[in-house]
């Protein structure tokens, strides 16, 4: 699939994918299993090269959109520090290349940028 399809028809598909499997899982409608870390754990440690997309709120951290928006009102943006700091960790290792899939504002995803710059944010 990969050489047959340019790389936006390969990323735009893929995330579809994700998507529709997302609204499925949430239906009830999908066979989504836990994630199998007896699998996951080894081929991470034994990979040259990782790919690491992360759903950063709502997945990563619960947050509360009310609140969030008065902050940014304020022009505060505050993630939990626990929560940046184990993204930070994960793209600190050189094998790792982690984005950052988000809803934020952009105001908000420059602030994260600050944060943790070595992040993709999408």
């Known amino acids: 699939h990969v050489v047959t399809q340019t790389a936006q028809a390969f990323a735009t598909s893929f995330l579809m994918r994700c998507v ?3 609204i499925e899982h949430m239906r009830g409608d999908a066979n989504v299993l ?3 870390l007896g699998r996951v754990i080894p081929r991470y440690k034994h990979s040259q090269r990782r ?4 759903d950063f709120e709502d997945t990563l951290w619960e ?6 928006r008065q902050r940014e009102k304020e022009g505060r943006f505050e993630p939990p520090v626990g929560t940046v700091d184990a993204v930070e960790k994960l793209s600190l ?10 809803g934020l504002s952009k105001k ?7 944060l943790i710059p ?3 944010l999408m």
Request: a negative charge; hydrophobic letters at 40%.
């Open 108 to 114: 908000a995803l420059d602030e994260v940028n600050k």
């Open 34 to 36: 836990p994630l199998d």
């Open 20 to 22: 529709r499997t997302n």
């Open 118 to 120: 070595k992040v993709g």
């Open 93 to 102: 290792n050189p094998k790792n290349e982690v984005w950052l899939l988000s």
């Open 51 to 54: 790919l690491i997309l992360i």
């Open 63 to 68: 947050r509360d959109p009310l609140v969030e």
